[in-house]
């Protein structure tokens, strides 16, 4: 299975697979692995060839392009508004509940959960404290596609997270999605903001298209674009 390693410092990798992206973060203690790949289903292995550190994972939401491996884990991390739609809730892995302000220590690198519904209900972003880094799943993305149909997505909630993330804007300084451009300016946060704004109130035009036998309409904003039904 084709996959790319990249390291991004001494102790933290990024793992593109098939147009998404892993991360791997390690402490002097234990490492985590965010999500689990699409296409690979071997992305413990590709992670524990990277660190001695046992390795732990959390997703950053439960769409099948993010837990392609999670069954290699016997319990990985996971925000429990997402639990029902980790494979219908059939799962074999043990899923251990993760909410808004809850801390990671790996051992001397701390990652604080924040809690970002409207991609999917249980999405969150992680903030690695000391990098001032957001890792931020699926809602933040540049020159990428933001999937917003299908059962469960909310437009509006994904609005008050992105202002909910502007809570958190003094203590990061740049932004890892898991798709498309990385790294990303804060600044991203406020024009998705806006972005999302205008197609509610009917300021951006649409375009009729068609995506796993869905009839959506795509907005395009320039410089990233929305998939709504």
Same mark, same amino acid.
């Given at each position: 299975?084709?996959?790319?390693?990249?390291?991004?410092?001494?102790?933290?990798?990024?793992?593109?697979?098939?147009?998404?992206?892993?991360?791997?973060?390690?402490?002097?203690?234990?490492?985590?692995?965010?999500?689990?790949?699409?296409?690979?289903? $071997?992305? *413990?292995?590709?992670?524990?060839?990277? @660190?001695?550190? %046992? &390795?732990?994972?959390?997703?950053?939401?439960?769409?099948?392009?993010?837990?392609?491996?999670?069954?290699?884990?016997?319990?990985?991390?996971?925000?429990?508004?997402?639990?029902? $739609?980790? *494979?219908?809730?059939?799962?074999?892995? @043990?899923?251990? %509940? &993760?909410e808004e302000g809850d801390v990671i220590d790996l051992g001397g690198r701390k990652l604080k959960v924040i809690h970002i519904p409207g991609h999917t209900p249980g999405s969150i972003a992680l903030l690695d404290v000391d990098a001032r880094v957001l890792i931020s799943g699926d809602p933040i993305q540049q020159n990428g596609k933001i999937f917003m149909f299908g059962p469960s997505r909310s437009m509006e909630e994904y609005i008050?997270?992105?202002?909910?993330?502007?809570?958190?804007?003094?203590?990061?300084?740049?932004?890892?999605?898991?798709?498309?451009?990385?790294?990303?300016?804060?600044?991203?946060?406020?024009?998705?903001?806006?972005?999302?704004?205008?197609?509610?109130?009917?300021?951006?035009?649409?375009?009729?298209?068609?995506?796993?036998?869905?009839?959506?309409?795509?907005?395009?904003?320039?410089?990233?674009?929305?998939?709504?039904?």
């Amino acid at each position: 299975m084709d996959y790319e390693i990249i390291k991004i410092n001494e102790h933290t990798w990024r793992i593109e697979d098939s147009g998404v992206r892993m991360f791997l973060l390690e402490g002097s203690d234990k490492a985590l692995l965010v999500d689990s790949g699409m296409n690979v289903h $071997n992305a *413990k292995d590709i992670a524990e060839s990277l @660190t001695t550190r %046992p &390795v732990f994972l959390i997703n950053t939401h439960a769409d099948m392009d993010h837990v392609g491996s999670n069954e290699q884990f016997d319990s990985f991390f996971m925000h429990p508004a997402d639990i029902p $739609n980790y *494979k219908k809730g059939e799962s074999k892995s @043990t899923v251990i %509940p &993760v909410e808004e302000g809850d801390v990671i220590d790996l051992g001397g690198r701390k990652l604080k959960v924040i809690h970002i519904p409207g991609h999917t209900p249980g999405s969150i972003a992680l903030l690695d404290v000391d990098a001032r880094v957001l890792i931020s799943g699926d809602p933040i993305q540049q020159n990428g596609k933001i999937f917003m149909f299908g059962p469960s997505r909310s437009m509006e909630e994904y609005i008050k997270s992105l202002e909910h993330l502007e809570e958190y804007k003094g203590e990061f300084d740049e932004i890892w999605p898991s798709h498309s451009d990385i790294p990303v300016s804060c600044d991203l946060i406020e024009k998705l903001h806006d972005g999302a704004i205008d197609i509610l109130e009917g300021k951006v035009e649409g375009q009729p298209a068609e995506r796993f036998g869905r009839k959506i309409t795509v907005y395009d904003l320039g410089f990233s674009a929305f998939l709504c039904e």
